[in-house]
């Protein structure tokens, strides 16, 4: 089993939907977790990074996350074309490595 | 603002030959790691350097070998190329000595190995 798996898709939307991909996991160890954006043929760019359980926003992205469950989400509002992309989920805990899971692609129709 | 620059961008090989990956950070981060992406196995660990002058093995360190150069500069080495080593190569660097700074990547190289 992967210590982290994710839905690898693709998922395909209308412009304007909400989005919600998810990730789940293994290790109850694990405190930090990241969504990484990648765009075809570009290196993964740092999108949101939260430390233990809850929310966080930034702009029309939500991250949650939920360690009861071992449950990653990120949640995109009024998505638009331009967030077509690959999204990865990546966590760790402290002093160790990152795991990333095999990423989600993304298409927003306009 | 450059960040983490990789070269060269596209490489095909032969099996047997030795290449070098270049990669270098003008962020002044003490961390730097070499990555593959392969189709449906997300990103994995190849070697990671903690700081100047150190190094240390990842997921799937057999293959390859490192040279931490100098503060900027992190390069991965192929010694004998094998066709399973056919992958996108990204490297990242991170501020911190540890594992819980978010990691800055480059655009990767693409190696092809027949």
């Known amino acids: 089993q992967k210590e982290v798996e994710q839905d690898p898709g693709p998922l395909s939307v209308p412009e304007g939907a909400i989005v919600s991909l998810n990730c789940t996991y293994s290790?109850?160890?694990?405190?930090?977790f990241m969504w990484y954006r990648q765009y075809s043929r570009k290196g993964p760019e740092l999108l949101m990074y939260t430390y233990s359980s809850g929310n966080k926003e930034d702009g029309r992205f939500t991250a949650q996350v939920d360690k009861s469950s071992k449950y990653i989400s990120l949640f995109i509002r009024d998505s638009q074309p331009s967030d077509s992309a690959t999204y990865l989920c990546a966590t760790m805990e402290y002093g160790n490595k990152l795991v990333f899971g095999a990423g989600t692609i993304l298409r927003v129709k306009s | 603002n450059a960040g983490v620059t990789q070269t060269p961008k596209f490489q095909v090989l032969k099996t047997g030959q030795s290449m070098t990956l270049q990669c270098a950070q003008d962020?002044?981060?003490?961390?730097m790691y070499w990555y593959r992406q392969d189709p449906g196995m997300g990103l994995r660990l190849i070697y990671y350097s903690a700081s100047e002058g150190t190094t240390d093995k990842g997921e799937v360190p057999n293959g390859y070998n490192v040279s931490r150069l100098n503060k900027r500069e992190f390069s991965l080495r192929l010694e004998s190329a094998a066709p399973s080593q056919t992958s996108v190569y990204f490297c990242?660097?991170?501020?911190?000595?540890?594992?819980?700074?978010?990691?800055?990547f480059g655009d990767g190289t693409r190696l092809s190995i027949l």
């Open positions: 962020m002044n981060h003490n961390s």
């Open positions: 290790n109850s160890a694990f405190q930090y």
């Open positions: 990242a660097s991170s501020e911190g000595q540890g594992h819980a700074q978010p990691q800055h």
